[in-house]
């Protein structure tokens, strides 16, 4: 339980990460949060020689929101995100997401660029912005790219990320006005992975649903988007059929692993209730 030898860094710009981050080249590691990478660390799964800690760069941190789109920086805490008043009106199921995440000790540390930057299957907001449709910014030796969440996650911990790069925020246009919304989480205690979960959004008009979005956690090496199961829900009033159908979707995609939070078809079922949980709050909520 005690980490390999490595040295350690504390840039205050993201040109100064960035050039850290080159010189270590592969032996090298970003720090943020710190809880997916530092117990990897003690059980010597991970071995970084250069550890570079973006707690001190002033322009990784900060919310905001510019013409409806709302830029969440990736050094942004989950109580920072549970805290705005910002996020609260244009985007709340971040803050319901959010609050779900492990304990408050743990969400006044970890970051959301952390969360969604390390391809953790387990971890619940890379399901949600790509619910969201988010898009990652990311910096490196040749400068900034965008990459779209829902193309981000190609396998357990493995992303497009390329060697020298890090996230650096998160773009998210924000849904429309009166847009109903839920984060649907199984787990078997508080502070745990999901068994499964499930990000619903969707807008209604006239009783029919206008759009929806679905994606699922921790049924799979990486987060689903479950594009089938929202246009099962477009043009319709939520029926039973609609519902079921969406459900239905949703289940046949997830490939979830057998282990202590159940066998690999439990955890398929619980997706789709939780999926199921998710429409029925998120219509109670549109407007």
Do not use: W
């Not at 790069?165 to 992975?193: C, F």
């Not at 477009?234 to 202590?260: F, H, K, R």
């Not at 690999?264 to 789709?272: E, K, L, P």
Request: hydrophobic share 45%; aromatic share 4%.
């Amino acid at each position: 339980m005690i980490p390999g030898a490595f040295d350690y860094h504390r840039p205050s710009t993201v040109a100064e990460a960035l050039s850290l981050l080159a010189e270590a080249g592969e032996d090298g590691r970003v720090l943020a949060g710190g809880h997916s990478l530092i117990p990897m660390m003690k059980l010597r799964m991970a071995l970084p020689e250069t550890l570079i800690d973006l707690r001190h760069i002033g322009e990784l941190k900060g919310i905001d929101e510019a013409d409806g789109t709302l830029t969440i920086r990736a050094m942004t805490t989950q109580a920072e995100v549970i805290d705005s008043g910002l996020l609260a009106e244009y985007c709340p199921i971040l803050r319901e997401t959010a609050l779900q995440i492990a304990d408050p000790q743990i969400r006044n540390l970890g970051t959301i660029g952390g969360n969604v930057a390390n391809g953790d299957p387990g971890n619940d907001m890379p399901a949600l912005m790509q619910a969201l449709d988010a898009v990652y910014v990311l910096a490196g030796p040749n400068g900034s790219r965008e990459v779209a969440a829902r193309d981000f996650y190609e396998a357990a911990y493995f992303t497009a990320l390329d060697a020298g790069e890090m996230l650096t925020a998160i773009r998210i246009e924000a849904p429309p006005k009166g847009h109903g919304y839920a984060y649907e989480k199984q787990k078997r205690k508080i502070g745990d992975y999901a068994t499964a979960a499930a990000a619903v959004i969707l807008t209604m008009s006239g009783g029919k649903c206008d759009s929806a979005s679905i994606a699922l956690t921790n049924v799979a090496d990486t987060p689903l988007y479950a594009e089938a199961a929202g246009a099962a829900l477009v043009g319709t009033e939520l029926d039973a059929d609609a519902v079921n159908a969406a459900v239905a979707a949703a289940e046949s995609i997830c490939q979830p692993a057998e282990d202590g939070r159940g066998p690999a078809d439990f955890r398929t079922r619980i997706a789709g209730q939780m999926v199921r949980r998710g429409i029925a709050r998120a219509a109670s909520r549109a407007r």
